[in-house]
């Protein structure tokens, strides 16, 4: 069994920032990857960041400069920094994770979801 648990979100102000944090837990052997997705009401989900394995890094075009990913991989641990926050990155905030699971699978998991509001 896999779980996987956000925590961080919050209102917070325009111009302010939030740290996300993810913890997988449970039957893990590899973890291939996290990232952050984001759903705004009426929209698709979409990626925000993911980290590989290896550290490399991806970040979606409006929060490039503005959003960090890391993870620490002893923890399975996986952060979002963001700042400068906008209106606009108002969204329910899930954590994804690429793992290979006992069994031999290699599955995704996903969080539950943390609401993320910037409002003044």
């Known amino acids: 069994q896999v779980q996987l648990v956000e925590s961080g979100g919050g209102l917070v102000q325009p111009g302010g920032s939030l740290r996300l944090s993810c913890a997988a837990s449970?039957?893990?052997?590899?973890?291939?990857?996290m990232g952050w997705y984001r759903q705004a009401p009426g929209k698709q989900r979409e990626l925000v960041a993911a980290?590989?394995?290896?550290?490399?890094?991806n970040y979606a075009d409006s929060v490039k400069g503005r959003f960090t990913i890391s993870r620490d991989n002893a923890k399975n641990t996986v952060y979002l920094q963001m700042n400068s926050l906008k209106p606009e990155d108002t969204a329910v905030y899930y954590c994804?994770?690429?793992?290979?699971?006992?069994?031999?699978?290699?599955?995704?998991?996903w969080g539950q979801g943390t609401q993320v509001t910037v409002s003044s």
């Open positions: 980290i590989s394995m290896v550290g490399s890094t």
């Open positions: 994804k994770a690429d793992l290979l699971v006992l069994g031999g699978r290699r599955v995704d998991y």
């Open positions: 449970g039957s893990i052997f590899i973890n291939y990857g």
